[in-house]
C-alpha cells in the first residue's frame, strides 16, 4: 500500500491511521469512483446491522485497497476507497493524503 505524509510529518498509512482510531466516529474525504468528491462521517467496527446469514464477503476489501466503514448518514456500510483517499479527521486532527498516489 501507498505510504502519505500526514500534516505532522510522519510517514502512515492511511489504513493504519483508520485502524489506530479505534472504532471512533472520524470522517473521510475521498474521490467517487464517478469522479466527485465525498466527504462521509464514519466508524469502524459496527456489527449490529450485519445480515443473520453468516455469509460475509466474497472478496478481501483489504487486498483491492478498501476499506469497510459505516456510514453514520446514510446508516449503510461502504466501503472507502483508500488510493483515493483526500483527507482524514480523526481524534481532532487532520491527516491530508496525495490522492491517486
Same mark, same amino acid.
Given at each position: 500500500?501507498?505510504?502519505?505524509?500526514? %500534516?505532522?510529518?510522519?510517514?502512515?498509512?492511511?489504513? !493504519? *491511521?483508520?485502524?489506530?482510531?479505534?472504532?471512533?466516529?472520524?470522517?473521510?474525504?475521498?474521490?467517487?469512483? !464517478?469522479?466527485?468528491?465525498?466527504?462521509?462521517?464514519?466508524?469502524?467496527? %459496527?456489527?449490529?446491522?450485519?445480515?443473520?446469514?453468516?455469509?460475509?464477503?466474497?472478496?478481501?476489501?483489504?487486498?483491492?485497497?478498501?476499506?469497510?466503514?459505516? !456510514?453514520?448518514? *446514510?446508516?449503510?456500510?461502504?466501503?472507502?476507497?483508500?488510493?483515493?483517499?483526500?483527507?482524514?479527521?480523526?481524534?481532532?486532527?487532520?491527516?491530508?493524503? *496525495?490522492?491517486? !498516489?
Amino acid at each position: 500500500m501507498t505510504e502519505y505524509t500526514t %500534516v505532522e510529518k510522519k510517514v502512515i498509512t492511511a489504513a !493504519d *491511521a483508520i485502524h489506530r482510531n479505534g472504532g471512533r466516529v472520524f470522517s473521510a474525504t475521498f474521490i467517487k469512483k !464517478d469522479g466527485s468528491v465525498r466527504k462521509m462521517n464514519c466508524r469502524t467496527g %459496527v456489527a449490529k446491522y450485519i445480515s443473520g446469514k453468516g455469509n460475509g464477503m466474497s472478496y478481501d476489501p483489504k487486498a483491492r485497497g478498501l476499506q469497510p466503514v459505516y !456510514d453514520l448518514q *446514510a446508516e449503510a456500510y461502504r466501503m472507502i476507497n483508500l488510493r483515493s483517499l483526500i483527507e482524514l479527521k480523526l481524534q481532532g486532527k487532520k491527516i491530508t493524503f *496525495a490522492a491517486g !498516489d
